[in-house]
T-cell receptor
Framework: GAVVSQHPSRVICKSGTSVKIECRSLDFQATTMFWYRQFPKKSLMLMATSNEGSKATYEQGVEKDKFLINHASLTLSTLTVTSAHPEDSSFYIC????????????????FGPGTRLTVL | AQSVSQHNHHVILSEAASLELGCNYSYGGTVNLFWYVQYPGQHLQLLLKYFSGDPLVKGIKGFEAEFIKSKFSFNLRKPSVQWSDTAEYFCAVNARYGGATNKLIFGTGTLLAVQP
Protein backbone atom coordinates (compact mmCIF):
# COMPACT_ATOMS: atom_id res chain seq x y z
CA GLY A 1 0.00 0.00 0.00
CA ALA A 2 0.83 3.72 -0.04
CA VAL A 3 1.73 4.03 -3.70
CA VAL A 4 2.11 7.41 -5.31
CA SER A 5 2.33 7.81 -9.06
CA GLN A 6 3.37 10.73 -11.24
CA HIS A 7 2.63 11.42 -14.85
CA PRO A 8 4.45 12.00 -17.06
CA SER A 9 7.74 10.50 -15.96
CA ARG A 10 9.62 12.77 -18.29
CA VAL A 11 8.65 15.66 -20.51
CA ILE A 12 10.47 17.91 -22.94
CA CYS A 13 8.91 21.18 -23.89
CA LYS A 14 9.74 24.41 -25.65
CA SER A 15 10.49 27.58 -23.77
CA GLY A 16 7.34 29.59 -23.13
CA THR A 17 4.94 26.65 -23.03
CA SER A 18 3.17 25.25 -19.99
CA VAL A 19 3.53 21.77 -18.61
CA LYS A 20 1.20 19.93 -16.25
CA ILE A 21 2.42 17.20 -13.93
CA GLU A 22 -0.02 14.91 -12.15
CA CYS A 23 0.48 13.28 -8.77
CA ARG A 24 -1.88 10.54 -7.68
CA SER A 25 -2.20 8.50 -4.53
CA LEU A 26 -3.26 5.16 -5.92
CA ASP A 27 -4.44 3.23 -2.89
CA PHE A 28 -5.05 5.83 -0.23
CA GLN A 29 -6.53 9.25 0.28
CA ALA A 30 -4.31 12.24 0.81
CA THR A 31 -5.61 15.51 2.19
CA THR A 32 -2.17 16.96 1.85
CA MET A 33 0.35 16.47 -0.89
CA PHE A 34 3.75 18.07 -1.25
CA TRP A 35 5.72 19.19 -4.29
CA TYR A 36 9.50 19.12 -4.29
CA ARG A 37 12.20 20.02 -6.70
CA GLN A 38 15.44 18.09 -6.76
CA PHE A 39 18.55 19.64 -8.21
CA PRO A 40 21.48 17.56 -9.44
CA LYS A 41 23.67 16.43 -6.57
CA LYS A 42 21.51 18.36 -4.14
CA SER A 43 18.70 17.62 -1.81
CA LEU A 44 14.97 17.94 -2.25
CA MET A 45 13.63 21.44 -1.92
CA LEU A 46 10.02 21.78 -0.86
CA MET A 47 8.17 24.03 -3.24
CA ALA A 48 4.66 23.96 -1.85
CA THR A 49 2.14 22.12 0.24
CA SER A 50 -1.00 21.20 -1.62
CA ASN A 51 -4.22 21.01 0.38
CA GLU A 52 -7.34 19.36 -0.97
CA GLY A 53 -10.05 21.91 -1.58
CA SER A 54 -7.99 24.95 -0.68
CA LYS A 55 -5.10 27.04 -1.88
CA ALA A 56 -1.60 25.68 -1.81
CA THR A 57 0.96 27.03 0.59
CA TYR A 58 4.15 28.06 -1.17
CA GLU A 59 7.61 28.15 0.30
CA GLN A 60 9.54 31.37 0.33
CA GLY A 61 11.05 32.17 -3.03
CA VAL A 62 8.68 29.96 -5.03
CA GLU A 63 6.56 31.88 -7.51
CA LYS A 64 2.96 30.82 -7.07
CA ASP A 65 1.93 32.30 -10.42
CA LYS A 66 4.57 30.26 -12.18
CA PHE A 67 4.02 26.99 -10.38
CA LEU A 68 0.27 26.52 -10.23
CA ILE A 69 -0.95 23.82 -7.89
CA ASN A 70 -4.40 22.33 -7.86
CA HIS A 71 -5.58 19.65 -5.44
CA ALA A 72 -9.03 18.89 -6.72
CA SER A 73 -9.60 15.55 -5.02
CA LEU A 74 -8.22 13.41 -2.23
CA THR A 75 -6.15 11.41 -4.70
CA LEU A 76 -4.94 13.97 -7.23
CA SER A 77 -2.76 17.04 -7.15
CA THR A 78 -1.39 18.78 -10.23
CA LEU A 79 1.56 21.08 -10.70
CA THR A 80 1.55 23.29 -13.77
CA VAL A 81 4.75 25.02 -14.74
CA THR A 82 3.60 28.04 -16.69
CA SER A 83 5.68 29.76 -19.35
CA ALA A 84 8.51 27.36 -18.74
CA HIS A 85 12.10 28.44 -19.24
CA PRO A 86 15.31 26.41 -19.37
CA GLU A 87 16.07 27.26 -15.74
CA ASP A 88 12.88 25.41 -14.79
CA SER A 89 14.42 22.19 -16.04
CA SER A 90 14.60 19.92 -13.06
CA PHE A 91 13.30 16.80 -11.37
CA TYR A 92 9.93 17.40 -9.75
CA ILE A 93 8.74 15.01 -7.05
CA CYS A 94 5.48 14.82 -5.20
CA UNK A 95 4.64 13.11 -1.94
CA UNK A 96 1.54 12.39 0.07
CA UNK A 97 0.63 11.43 3.58
CA UNK A 98 -2.12 8.92 4.27
CA UNK A 99 -5.30 10.50 5.59
CA UNK A 100 -7.33 8.69 8.23
CA UNK A 101 -4.97 5.78 8.52
CA UNK A 102 -5.66 3.72 11.67
CA UNK A 103 -2.07 3.63 12.87
CA UNK A 104 -0.06 6.06 10.80
CA UNK A 105 -0.07 9.82 10.93
CA UNK A 106 0.08 12.00 7.86
CA UNK A 107 3.58 12.97 8.96
CA UNK A 108 4.87 9.96 7.06
CA UNK A 109 5.16 10.93 3.44
CA UNK A 110 5.21 8.57 0.48
CA PHE A 111 6.96 9.73 -2.63
CA GLY A 112 6.17 9.50 -6.28
CA PRO A 113 8.78 8.45 -8.83
CA GLY A 114 9.36 12.00 -10.03
CA THR A 115 9.04 13.83 -13.32
CA ARG A 116 12.05 14.94 -15.31
CA LEU A 117 11.27 18.24 -17.00
CA THR A 118 13.54 19.54 -19.73
CA VAL A 119 12.82 22.94 -21.21
CA LEU A 120 14.53 23.68 -24.49
CA ALA B 1 14.90 27.98 10.66
CA GLN B 2 15.20 24.24 10.89
CA SER B 3 18.01 22.57 9.04
CA VAL B 4 19.33 19.07 8.53
CA SER B 5 22.96 18.27 7.90
CA GLN B 6 24.45 15.07 6.63
CA HIS B 7 28.18 15.12 7.08
CA ASN B 8 29.11 12.39 4.66
CA HIS B 9 28.40 13.32 1.08
CA HIS B 10 29.96 10.28 -0.51
CA VAL B 11 30.82 7.01 1.21
CA ILE B 12 32.53 4.02 -0.38
CA LEU B 13 32.54 0.71 1.44
CA SER B 14 33.33 -2.87 0.70
CA GLU B 15 30.68 -5.52 1.16
CA ALA B 16 30.28 -6.71 4.74
CA ALA B 17 31.68 -3.46 6.14
CA SER B 18 29.68 -1.66 8.77
CA LEU B 19 27.90 1.56 7.93
CA GLU B 20 27.10 4.65 9.91
CA LEU B 21 25.74 7.77 8.26
CA GLY B 22 25.51 10.90 10.32
CA CYS B 23 22.49 13.18 10.52
CA ASN B 24 22.10 16.22 12.73
CA TYR B 25 19.22 18.64 12.85
CA SER B 26 18.63 22.02 14.35
CA TYR B 27 15.30 22.45 16.10
CA GLY B 28 14.60 22.57 19.78
CA GLY B 29 11.06 21.30 19.79
CA THR B 30 9.35 18.01 19.05
CA VAL B 31 10.47 16.38 15.85
CA ASN B 32 9.70 13.39 13.72
CA LEU B 33 12.76 11.90 12.07
CA PHE B 34 13.07 9.91 8.89
CA TRP B 35 15.59 8.18 6.70
CA TYR B 36 14.72 7.74 3.05
CA VAL B 37 16.65 5.80 0.43
CA GLN B 38 16.77 6.38 -3.30
CA TYR B 39 18.12 3.47 -5.31
CA PRO B 40 19.50 4.25 -8.77
CA GLY B 41 16.66 5.13 -11.10
CA GLN B 42 14.02 4.68 -8.43
CA HIS B 43 11.95 6.94 -6.24
CA LEU B 44 12.44 7.77 -2.59
CA GLN B 45 11.46 4.99 -0.24
CA LEU B 46 11.01 5.17 3.50
CA LEU B 47 13.70 3.22 5.37
CA LEU B 48 12.64 3.99 8.90
CA LYS B 49 11.13 6.69 11.07
CA TYR B 50 11.08 7.87 14.64
CA PHE B 51 8.11 9.59 16.20
CA SER B 52 8.38 8.70 19.88
CA GLY B 53 9.24 5.85 22.22
CA ASP B 54 12.33 3.69 21.92
CA PRO B 55 15.05 5.90 20.43
CA LEU B 56 16.57 2.92 18.64
CA VAL B 57 14.47 2.37 15.57
CA LYS B 58 14.68 -0.61 13.29
CA GLY B 59 13.78 -0.28 9.65
CA ILE B 60 13.70 -2.36 6.54
CA LYS B 61 16.64 -4.27 5.04
CA GLY B 62 18.56 -4.46 8.31
CA PHE B 63 18.92 -0.72 8.84
CA GLU B 64 18.52 0.95 12.18
CA ALA B 65 18.86 4.47 13.51
CA GLU B 66 19.31 5.94 16.94
CA PHE B 67 17.75 9.19 18.06
CA ILE B 68 19.96 11.00 20.54
CA LYS B 69 18.03 14.04 21.64
CA SER B 70 20.92 15.66 23.49
CA LYS B 71 23.03 15.55 20.36
CA PHE B 72 20.20 16.42 17.94
CA SER B 73 21.28 13.40 15.96
CA PHE B 74 19.63 10.52 14.14
CA ASN B 75 22.43 8.42 12.69
CA LEU B 76 21.72 5.53 10.36
CA ARG B 77 23.53 2.24 10.84
CA LYS B 78 23.82 -1.17 9.28
CA PRO B 79 26.24 -3.78 10.62
CA SER B 80 27.06 -5.36 7.27
CA VAL B 81 26.35 -3.69 3.95
CA GLN B 82 25.63 -5.40 0.67
CA TRP B 83 26.24 -4.32 -2.89
CA SER B 84 22.47 -3.82 -3.22
CA ASP B 85 22.64 -1.08 -0.59
CA THR B 86 24.29 1.20 -3.13
CA ALA B 87 21.98 4.20 -3.16
CA GLU B 88 21.55 7.72 -1.97
CA TYR B 89 20.34 8.15 1.60
CA PHE B 90 18.44 11.17 2.84
CA CYS B 91 17.77 12.16 6.41
CA ALA B 92 14.65 14.28 6.96
CA VAL B 93 13.03 16.05 9.85
CA ASN B 94 9.45 17.10 10.37
CA ALA B 95 9.16 19.78 13.03
CA ARG B 96 5.81 19.63 14.71
CA TYR B 97 3.89 22.75 15.69
CA GLY B 98 0.89 22.12 17.85
CA GLY B 99 0.35 18.66 16.42
CA ALA B 100 -0.22 19.87 12.88
CA THR B 101 1.42 18.19 9.95
CA ASN B 102 4.42 20.11 8.76
CA LYS B 103 6.88 20.02 5.98
CA LEU B 104 9.84 17.73 5.73
CA ILE B 105 13.27 19.30 5.77
CA PHE B 106 15.79 17.14 3.94
CA GLY B 107 19.50 16.80 4.36
CA THR B 108 21.71 17.02 1.30
CA GLY B 109 21.95 13.26 0.99
CA THR B 110 24.77 10.73 1.23
CA LEU B 111 25.72 8.71 -1.78
CA LEU B 112 26.75 5.23 -0.69
CA ALA B 113 28.69 3.00 -3.06
CA VAL B 114 29.27 -0.57 -1.95
CA GLN B 115 31.99 -2.40 -3.78
CA PRO B 116 31.60 -6.15 -4.23
Amino acid sequence: GAVVSQHPSRVICKSGTSVKIECRSLDFQATTMFWYRQFPKKSLMLMATSNEGSKATYEQGVEKDKFLINHASLTLSTLTVTSAHPEDSSFYICSAGRTSHPTESTDTQYFGPGTRLTVL
Amino acid sequence: AQSVSQHNHHVILSEAASLELGCNYSYGGTVNLFWYVQYPGQHLQLLLKYFSGDPLVKGIKGFEAEFIKSKFSFNLRKPSVQWSDTAEYFCAVNARYGGATNKLIFGTGTLLAVQP
